[in-house]
Every structure is written in C-alpha cells, then in structure tokens.
C-alpha cells in the first residue's frame, strides 16, 4: 500500500472484484473483508483486499460466480 493509494467505494471495490455490492455488504456484516469506516461510509484499499483475496481467506464460489468468504 501506497500513501498515495486511492479509497475506493463499496460500488468501487465490488466492480474490482467483480462480484455485487450484495456480497460486499455481507462480508462487511461478518467482518470478513478488511474495511475501514469513515463517518457512515465504508472506505477499501484495494491493495488490502487484494492481499486478502491472494492469502486465501476468500475463494471462488462456483456455484454463486462470486468469491466467497472463509469461515476461520
């Protein structure tokens, strides 16, 4: 992570991996996803979620075509 690195939206991290904004919200209920809240807003750097995503905490769900949060 940069400190020149962008927050992104709920709208902008979902886009980046591709999956809804449905599911971000899920994961931000069960805490699975690393986020920051900022007033109201949830705020992502897509450096952490990225990270998050490569050290296998969320895998590939075949069945829903979406990245599915461990369970640890």
């Known amino acids: ?3 020149d ?3 992104l939206s709920v709208e902008e991290i979902a ?3 591709g999956i809804s ?3 971000v919200y899920r994961w931000l ?3 699975k996803i690393p986020a920051h809240r900022v007033g109201k807003l949830w705020k992502f750097r897509a450096s952490e979620v990225d990270e998050w995503v ?3 905490t969320a895998s590939f769900n ?3 075509g979406e990245i599915a949060a461990q369970d640890r």
């Open 29 to 31: 209920e069960k805490k």
């Open 5 to 7: 690195e962008r927050w």
């Open 54 to 56: 490569s050290s296998g």
């Open 21 to 23: 904004k449905e599911t």
């Open 1 to 3: 992570m940069t400190s």
């Open 15 to 17: 886009g980046h991996l």
């Open 62 to 64: 075949k069945d829903h």
